[in-house]
T-cell receptor, first 117, second 115 residues
Framework: GAVVSQHPSRVICKSGTSVKIECRSL??????MFWYRQFPKQSLMLMAT???????TYEQGVEKDKFLINHASLTLSTLTVTSAHPEDSSFYICSSQRWGSGDQPQHFGDGTRLSIL | AQTVTQSQPEMSVQEAETVTLSCTYDTSESDYYLFWYKQPPSRQMILVIR??????QNATENRFSVNFQKAAKSFSLKISDSQLGDAAMYFC????????????FGTGTRLTIIP
């Protein structure tokens, strides 16, 4: 069964809308979760590292005010795309990993396809 | 910083034949892990195989095996008896056993299976 649940799988909304994407770790407590963005025919680009109980760490070039991340519990991280515009349309994927377990692969959600009209 | 390079944007193989996907990486660390992920059209990320850097023996998972050359920093994936369901994007990935444990992905190889 799924280890990480990501919801919703598909979102279509108007420009200016804020969109929240949820990522739930089902089988274990995840102190660290990751958010990726993937453009068509490209690799996954890490946006930010979400740490339970503390602020997320954003990668260079990612706007923290545009992409709000909250990791309030050990099983849930959320990504909110604020005031979304067409250029924010993309495929967003989350993953979870136990801290200090580099040998455990990151467990990925099924992704969210975001389309901004 | 680590880098992962996949020099083959696209590959194709006849069904039931064998294909090898290339991956090289660059790191100054000695303790790390390497992965191959498969992303089919559904866009799920599926772990295919994992290799610990401290293990000399190449990992094998059924029809999938790797050729891990630590000195050459090479980590190729061999798919034997290719099946139609193997068609996907394949990503090579690196993670350090120290530090913040971020996965570094290659640019991917699109594998087509010819019936």
């Amino acid at each position: 069964g799924a280890v990480v649940s990501q919801h919703p799988s598909r979102v279509i909304c108007k420009s200016g809308t804020s969109v929240k994407i949820e990522c739930r770790s089902l089988d274990f407590q995840a102190t660290t979760m990751f958010w990726y963005r993937q453009f068509p025919k490209q690799s996954l680009m890490l946006m930010a590292t979400s740490n339970e109980g503390s602020k997320a760490t954003y990668e260079q070039g990612v706007e923290k005010d545009k992409f709000l991340i909250n990791h309030a519990s050990l099983t849930l991280s959320t990504l909110t795309v604020t005031s979304a515009h067409p250029e924010d349309s993309s495929f967003y994927i989350c993953s979870s990993q136990r801290w200090g377990s580099g040998d455990q692969p990151q467990h990925f959600g099924d992704g969210t396809r975001l389309s901004i009209l | 910083a680590q880098t992962v390079t996949q020099s083959q944007p696209e590959m194709s193989v006849q069904e039931a034949e064998t294909v090898t996907l290339s991956c090289t990486y660059d790191t100054s660390e000695s303790d790390y892990y390497l992965f191959w992920y498969k992303q089919p059209p559904s866009r799920q990320m599926i772990l295919v195989i994992r290799q610990e850097a401290y293990k000399q023996q190449n990992a094998t998972e059924n029809r999938f095996s790797v050729n891990f050359q630590k000195a050459a920093k090479s980590f190729s994936l061999k798919i034997s008896d290719s099946q139609l369901g193997d068609a996907a994007m394949y990503f090579c990935a690196f993670i350090s056993n120290f530090g913040n444990e971020k996965l570094t992905f290659g640019t991917g190889t699109r594998l087509t299976i010819i019936p």
